[in-house]
């Protein structure tokens, strides 16, 4: 999770009322309405005071116009459903959360986390419990790449009446949710009685709202990253991950005139599942457009043709959670011999992702900076894992060439195999003219052998082509494969060329079945193709991914296996695969990030210290993991050494508040209560918006 504290005084201050009005410009009810109500939770502070400069109700007109285009999730849709859903929520707020709140539904912290998150997955409503002010619990999943990937967000009446306010673990404490006195400054009297009254599990949220942060119920202690969270619930616009995104969605549309989500109109996908020399599965993809002329070449003054393109490549887990996003830019040039080439060809990029065991949702987007215009589609894809004892073919590919390339980059070239690079068929359903052949390839998986223990054994193939509506209508070709062909990690490359000389034409299902002798082993795949007494179409001229081998060495490729690890709900394959890319890359703070969230989730703080004298941090290493490095530290005995982390960071970011209340505990652990005290002092100041900045 990216540093967001750089801008949290500033919010604190500009956002802590949300009607506060900035500067002296003023504003036509409807504008002040549309700036401190309608869109006051997801306005950032660059565009409020872009606003505020503005001085015509056109220019504000159309500031409105684009802050809701920019934000449109399919930008070349009549209805903008981002703009909907925050109307509808604002709705819902004053029609839910307005009573007792003595204001408008929206201006309640419920209202304001509703707006800003939406619906929480889950909500515990503990209005009459024993011992207990009236409580509210709402459980979120995956609302936002900006936040934890899972937490609670806790509201109560503080003294049993009035509004629903938002609850800090740190700041209020359990004992602020019990009644009467026997729990006044007592967090572990209030936890013994918030267990016996609702159960455990609130007991736990009374202590973080991070269900994956260890907590000790006995001691009652607990830290300062659920106060972080609610920060970053308040400030969620003005993150710098949001910021980004907002900056690269209005840079998009302004240089990019259309762009046409168009699903299978302008792009061809082709998918295989692959595993490379070392049993490492992935995703080669290539994307084609359909015609010569939708990629377009600029002339250059010395006569060459240019052309610029991105693709965009995100990665979502079987929950529709954003997991990693490849994006690559590729501009090149073509001189006048060149363009005779490939002036009839269509264009393709061809990729590789890096993708363990799993189902995925993938989805590409390709952009073309000289034609000012973007194409997006997506594809549900699935990489199967071997069993014990089984083979499994993932896919057929049929393919129109094959070269020879260097053996040392086959794991790192797309559709390469053993040395052999084979150029897939334009799309998914190719087509091929009457009598001509069908060139298909595959890999078989099998588990990792050595290859001598299959000696004199065989595979026993049959491809069978035909047309599903014409019974009767299969032809079988059968075949043999010698098992020592396995490598070591259990993969065999092989293939056919199929001949089409009796098949009619119309629209066919290619059938592949292996089976091994002896056994009931099997696999299974079949491909779909069509006949035509038609041109088959341009053929592709394909450049590939560039910088994979960086990514490589850099351990980016790494860094996204260990995260789809992640998502799949696999946390020790994820850490040995973080792990291999922070120690490729000390500057990765994304994988030393979720390294530190895993090991710590374990109460393995011997592997957060270890992991931080190997790598250390850097100064964008976020406030989160700081926090769980230096408690790491004083689980281990070390509290100085967390001093000296935090102090360094206050360096960098001197206004957050959690950060100077995490050192006022260590310094009052090592004797120096009066340093606590001042810190104590200067990290609330920061956390109440109403209380005077110390001076630094």
């Known amino acids: 999770m990216a540093i967001f504290f750089a801008c949290l005084l500033v919010f604190l201050n500009f956002s802590a009322s949300p009607a506060r009005a900035q500067g002296k410009q003023k504003l036509d009810k409807q504008y002040k309405t549309w700036l401190e109500r309608d869109v ?20 504000r007109d159309k500031f409105i116009q684009q802050f809701w285009d920019v934000r449109n999730p399919e930008p070349a849709s009549p209805t903008n459903s981002y703009k909907d859903e925050i109307y509808r929520r604002i709705a819902f707020a004053n ?108 007991a736990r949220i009374a202590l973080s709202l ?86 377009a070449l600029t002339k250059e003054d010395n006569g060459r043709l240019s052309y610029s393109v991105e693709v965009r490549v995100i990665v979502f887990s079987q929950e529709n959670k954003p997991i990693f996003t490849q994006q690559k830019t590729l501009t090149d040039s073509v001189d006048k011999k060149s363009l005779e080439r490939i002036q009839d060809k269509v264009f393709g990029y061809e990729g590789s992702l890096p993708l363990p065991p799993g189902k995925y949702l993938v ?30 073919i993932p896919a057929i590919l049929p393919f129109l060439s094959a070269e020879e390339v260097d053996p040392a980059l086959s794991d790192l070239t797309p559709f390469t195999f053993g040395g052999v690079k084979f150029n897939p068929m334009p799309n998914p359903y190719p087509t091929v003219a009457p009598g001509t052949n ?7 998986w099998a588990p990792p052998r050595d290859p001598h223990e299959y000696a004199g054994q065989s595979l026993q193939i049959d491809y069978a082509l035909g047309r599903p509506a014409a019974p009767g209508s299969v032809t079988h070709v059968k075949d043999e494969l010698g098992m020592e062909q396995f490598d070591v990690r259990g993969n065999i490359v092989t293939g056919k060329k199929l001949s089409l000389d009796q098949q009619a034409v119309g629209n066919y299902l290619l059938s592949l079945t292996v089976n091994r002798p002896g056994s009931n082993d099997r696999a299974f795949a079949n491909a779909k ?27 980016i490729l790494d860094q996204q296996r260990g995260l789809c690890y992640l998502a799949e709900g696999q946390p020790d394959q994820a850490r040995g695969w973080l792990r291999r890319s922070l120690q490729l890359n000390h500057g990765n703070d994304t994988a030393r990030a979720r390294l530190v969230d895993a090991y710590f989730a374990r109460k393995e703080y011997a592997a957060v210290v270890s992991l931080y004298r190997d790598a250390s941090v850097t100064d964008a290493t976020d406030s989160e993991t700081l926090l769980r490095i ?58 109440n918006p109403d209380t005077k900045k110390p001076s630094n």
Not at 40 to 59: H, P
Not at 653 to 670: N, T, V
Request: glycine fraction near 6%.
């Open 95 to 202: 029609a839910r959360f307005g009573a007792g709140s003595g204001a408008e539904g929206w201006r309640s912290d419920r209202g304001r986390t509703y707006i800003t998150l939406g619906e929480p997955q889950q909500k515990q409503v503990l209005p009459n419990s024993a011992n207990l002010y009236p409580i509210q619990i709402w459980f979120y999943a995956n609302p936002s790449p900006s936040l934890p990937t899972a937490f609670y967000v806790m509201f109560y009446q503080r003294d049993g009446g009035g509004d629903y306010r938002f609850y800090s673990p740190y700041m209020d404490g359990p004992d602020k949710l019990v009644t009467g006195v026997e729990a006044i400054n007592s967090p572990t009297n209030a936890l013994r009685l918030i267990n016996s009254s609702v159960g455990p599990e609130v």
């Open 438 to 444: 069908l060139q298909v390839m595959y890999q078989i």
């Open 363 to 392: 989805d590409f987007q390709f952009t073309d900076w000289s034609k000012k215009a973007a194409y997006s589609t997506h594809r549900e894809v699935s990489i199967p894992a071997v069993g014990n004892d089984s083979l499994l």
């Open 529 to 555: 193709f069509r006949i035509l007494d038609a041109d088959s179409g341009p053929a592709p001229w394909d450049v590939l991914e560039p910088g994979i081998s960086q990514d490589a060495e850099t351990g």
């Open 210 to 295: 991070l269900p994956d942060e260890p907590v000790d119920l006995s001691s009652g202690q607990r830290s300062l990253e659920s106060d972080i969270l609610l920060d970053r619930i308040k400030n969620l616009p003005n993150l710098p991950e949001s910021r980004s995104e907002i900056a690269r969605r209005r840079a998009f549309k302004e240089t990019v005139t259309s762009r046409l989500l168009l699903d299978e109109k302008k792009l061809d996908i082709v998918t295989f599942p692959a595993r490379d020399s070392r049993g490492l599965t992935r995703l080669d993809y290539a994307i084609r457009l359909h015609n010569p002329s939708d990629l």
């Open 40 to 59: 006051v939770y997801i306005i950032n502070k660059d565009e409020r005071d872009e606003f505020l400069r503005l001085t015509t109700d056109e220019a």
């Open 630 to 687: 230096a408690a790491s530290l004083e689980k281990t005995g070390v509290p100085k050494d967390a001093i000296s982390l935090l102090e360094a960071a206050l360096h960098q970011r001197p206004d957050e508040g959690p950060l100077y209340l995490a050192l006022a505990g260590y310094y009052d652990e090592i004797g120096n209560a009066p340093k606590a005290d001042e810190l104590a002092r200067k990290g609330k100041s920061y956390l």
